[in-house]
């Protein structure tokens, strides 16, 4: 998907939100267990509850590979639902790969030749023959630049000589490597007024906003100082979501969470 | 696999060779590709050849799910019969992951409980809760340090106000969460001179060592300046020893490769 093309559906759905598919057999309501593929089931239900009011589903993969070939299958039969039934959500996998030339490439074949997804969550330390390999004509990068979890304070925010912290580094570098056409960054909700800096250094890109809901970031600050005329934010939620209830009304739930994130992501929007 | 239990593997052998199983579909033998699973077949071959002349296998993630559940599943045969036949062997999933706190412990039932396999190499960027849910006993984090590739240098060297190079802070401050029982750290053997550096900081720990071969390395410098009492190191050679011939002689050009590599480390353990 384009950037463009991305920009046109949050506008049209007057919603920036990402809905995090962290399906954890533990969590799924008891009654979907019975299902031949219960991780699929419950992605289905959200889904299909959810898609009017989210431009984007974010499949983490680290709760698929937990299951081996049964979890592969799960995820591959999300993608292809996705791609079939809401082709017009942009679908990125959360698999913070990033590794040599010669390996990024491999990477790159799996989720944009083999699964056709839009975006993949890439970590930067090898630097750019490890991140370069999985840009494309709408095909994107999520570089991680400031995570929203506590180790992000061990490295992320280390200053070099001239002052420049490690995240600053990472976004000005990879400007060098690619375009707001095929790059976006994480950056964690949990540090609202660091989106005041991020802004100096990325303008105009898209920010990846995970940690919104159960981590405790609040979206009216991350829109106060990280929004632009693009809007500019894919506002990720999941397990406020996905789990707003772990009983047989768990899909209707998970619509009402979401519609209410839509309604106040609307009026930011319109702020 | 314990420390102990990895330095007598490595005194038994006289080699410290890890062979990395990147394997490549593209590149494996003509004849192999009629087999149900060429993937593992060429790995099985592979391995019986080397197996005396290594102390570790390292197979690469990326080029297993570049085929999806298929190649899965070659992975999953690869990693059973390495238990099953050469039980004796360290078994390094080399996989790039780090994550918040709760994904990382995701990805560490999934390697460690599922396919337990010994250790995994792992992504430093997103800090301690990122990277200490994949210690245990006889389970270990292989942290990027200061890797191999071109892109190394954009944000690895990078000093901070104090003169620290990033690499050596991942390599310092990781040492509060991890011991010389459960963590190593990559680097590439195409900066034998930093191996001094990374000595003063990592005295005791083990060094996965990539880059050595195909990418230049020279194991000799990799020894003079890497090598401790208990040796150390563990060198990894993949393309140099896998791909040694294309034809109907693979395993037998990989053992043959394998054992000139194994006579070498033997001269320079006894040096």
């Keep these: 998907m384009t950037r463009q093309e991305l920009i046109q559906q949050i506008r049209q759905k007057q919603s920036f939100l990402c809905v995090g598919l962290d399906t954890d057999i533990k969590k799924v309501p008891q009654h979907l267990l019975a299902e031949e593929d ?5 992605n289905k239900a959200i889904i299909d509850a959810t898609a009017p009011y989210c431009v ?6 680290a709760f698929y590979e937990a299951h081996g070939v049964k979890g592969l299958v799960a995820f591959e039969k ?12 942009f679908i990125i996998a959360d698999a913070k790969r990033g ?11 799996t989720f944009f030749d083999l ?19 999985f840009m494309g004509e709408g095909q994107w990068v999520i ?3 400031l995570t929203s979890n ?3 304070l061990d490295f992320q925010l280390t200053e070099d000589k001239d002052g420049e912290r490690l995240f600053e580094k990472v976004i000005r570098k990879s400007q060098e490597w690619g375009t707001t056409e095929n790059m976006m960054y994480v950056v964690g909700a949990t540090r609202g007024e660091m989106f005041k800096d991020i802004r100096k250094v990325a303008p105009d890109h898209f920010l990846l906003v995970p940690g919104v809901g159960a981590q405790g970031g609040s979206l009216e600050e991350v829109c106060r100082y990280g929004m632009t005329k693009d809007c500019g934010l894919l506002v990720n939620s999941s397990r406020a979501i996905i789990y707003a209830s772990d009983g ?5 739930a998970a619509a009402r969470e979401a519609q209410k994130v839509q309604e106040q992501m609307k009026r930011l929007l319109n702020d």
Tied chains: 1, 2.
């Design 38 to 42: 219960p991780l699929f089931a419950f």
């Design 56 to 61: 984007a589903y974010k499949p983490n993969l």
């Design 78 to 89: 999300t993608i292809e639902y996705l791609h079939r039934e809401h082709p017009e959500h």
């Design 99 to 109: 590794d040599i030339g010669n390996t990024s490439k491999m990477y790159a074949r």
């Design 115 to 133: 699964y056709g997804i839009d975006a993949l969550t890439v970590a930067p330390y090898m630097g750019e023959d490890s991140v370069t390999p």
């Design 143 to 145: 570089l991680l630049a």
């Design 150 to 152: 506590k180790g992000s």
């Design 248 to 252: 047989e009304d768990f899909a209707q």
